[in-house]
């Protein structure tokens, strides 16, 4: 037997021992008042005269031994209901944390997209791609906890758009390309891939702390289609808002400035802090876009070599047709593994496509959200340099210092969103890309491995056959 129940019983026999010795102390005024309570009282006096009439030690044990177990039974009665109690308590107790717990994670603000569902639509040059566009959320400015939408291309082109006019300094998630060949713009493998980017695309933008708090956005996830068109169409006019035009002519006017005052090229901003970044993210382009094309490179030869072995496969087993019955047996083993191995390298082709190609093109595109930030900066720094230079020779101008001032607060308010956009852009593209090439490595070795095991699997038939 466990020593733990050994434990147990001598606790028990000891707590046992240790109740009827306080009865005992009790009853001979030992750790008690020495008052009897009425129940004995009554029980004395009733077998007073049994006592009296026989005095032996047996008779007196014997009468003791009724209260003994009325005690025992009594005390016995208490902890039962304290232990009862102490448990009605542990599980109130937990059922009031889980509960509390389950609270805490329901009231959790969150905002979960997913974009699922293409399907195309129409017919011949009008025909496009639609996808559906799921939106859960606790958020309060939110019509429900769950939208859905039908959303087109040119939608997310809207988003996108809209919320590079309103937020200059942030790095816009960027989107895929539009164009492609016509050929191939309907592929199951091309809708596939636009569909994640566009889904990576929009929860860039709701996990992003600015953007996400944005009305554009919301009237993205949840206006109906008609509504959606509608500011689609008003907004991509000509001039989608008085402030475009007096943009517009604020640029031609110090175009006609720089003409007229004979500057050769606009001013730029040429801190070291500003050249380090810029040489950075040329860099990074250049350095992104040839390990895209060399990974673009490694899914086609994946391909190849995956049609290669199918090929193979057909042949060797007409070839061993030809031959006696071991011959056959064994070149049909061989062509199967060819062909096995034939369909692993097309599904690690689709994986090295989407885990390792696509997220290093995705950054390729980010690298060229940043570059619009960076010429956002430039303009802004140019406009705060110019008012700052006519207001020194306008002193007493009090529209163009006002103008300058803000010039100023838009260059240094783009110049402080850079610096927290490009700490963010640095954390999320060591994740991404670490993630991306642990997937490609991983993908590597199984596919290695399944090789090497599908080949050595035969080697003895082929050895046999070979010395026969």
């Known amino acids: 037997m466990p020593s733990g129940g050994r434990r147990r019983r001598g606790t028990g026999l000891g707590f046992a021992w240790r109740t009827e010795d306080r009865m005992s102390g009790r009853r001979n005024g030992c750790g008690g008042s020495g008052e009897p309570d009425p129940a004995e009282k009554r029980s004395s006096s009733s077998s007073s005269k049994a006592v009296e009439a026989d005095c032996s030690p047996a008779a007196a044990e014997r009468a003791k031994e009724p209260r003994k177990r009325s005690e025992l039974t009594e005390f016995l009665c208490r902890m039962r209901s304290m232990v009862e109690l102490a448990r009605a308590v542990a599980c109130a107790s937990e059922r009031s944390s889980s509960q509390s717990q389950r609270s805490a994670a329901a009231g959790a603000p969150f905002l979960s997209i997913s974009v699922t569902d293409p399907v195309k639509m129409g017919t011949g040059v ?52 539009k ?10 493998e091309f809708i596939e891939l636009r569909r994640q980017a566009l889904d990576l695309f929009v929860n860039r933008i709701a996990s992003h702390p600015e953007l996400k708090q944005s009305d554009v956005l919301r009237t993205f996830l949840q206006a109906d289609e008609e509504i959606m068109d509608r500011a689609r169409s008003y907004e991509t006019g000509i001039f989608k808002k008085p402030a475009d035009f007096i943009q517009m002519f604020k640029d031609v006017q110090s175009k006609v400035s720089d003409v007229v005052l004979g500057k050769e090229k606009p001013v730029e901003e040429s801190t ?4 380090k970044l810029k040489n950075y993210i040329f860099e990074l382009e250049n350095h992104l876009a040839e390990a895209q094309k060399q990974a673009y490179r490694l899914v086609k030869r994946h391909r190849e070599l995956g049609q290669s072995l199918a090929d193979f496969g057909k ?49 390729v595109r980010a690298v060229q959200s940043i570059k619009a930030t960076m010429l956002d900066r430039a303009n802004a720094f140019r406009q705060h340099f110019d008012l700052d230079q006519e207001r020194k020779y306008k002193e007493l101008n009090l529209y163009l ?41 991983k993908g590597q070795a199984k596919l290695a491995k399944d090789i090497a095991d599908a080949w050595r699997s035969v080697l003895p038939k082929l050895e046999a056959c070979s010395t026969s």
């Not at 070291?272 to 050249?275: K, R, T």
């Open 126 to 177: 009008q025909s496009y791609i639609s996808y559906r566009v799921i939106t859960k959320t606790n958020l309060p400015e939110f019509e429900g906890p769950e939208k859905i939408v039908i959303r087109r291309y040119s939608d997310f082109e809207w988003l996108h758009d809209r919320l590079a006019e309103r937020y200059k300094g942030i790095f816009i998630p960027p989107l895929p390309e």
């Open 272 to 275: 070291p802090e500003y050249e």
């Open 401 to 441: 210092k006002a103008d300058s001032e803000e010039a100023t607060k838009k260059f240094e308010h783009i110049v402080r969103l850079m610096n927290e956009e490009l700490a963010r852009f640095q954390e999320q593209k060591t994740a991404d890309i670490g993630l991306a090439f642990h997937e490609f490595a």
């Open 315 to 363: 042949a060797i087993k007409h070839l061993g047709a030809c031959e006696g019955d071991l011959m056959e047996k064994v070149f049909s083993e061989v062509g199967s593994k060819s062909e096995m191995l034939s369909i692993k390298l097309q599904r690690e082709a689709d994986n090295l496509l989407f885990n390792f190609e696509e997220p290093l093109k995705d950054y």
């Open 179 to 188: 164009n492609a060949v016509e050929k191939f713009r309907f592929s199951k």
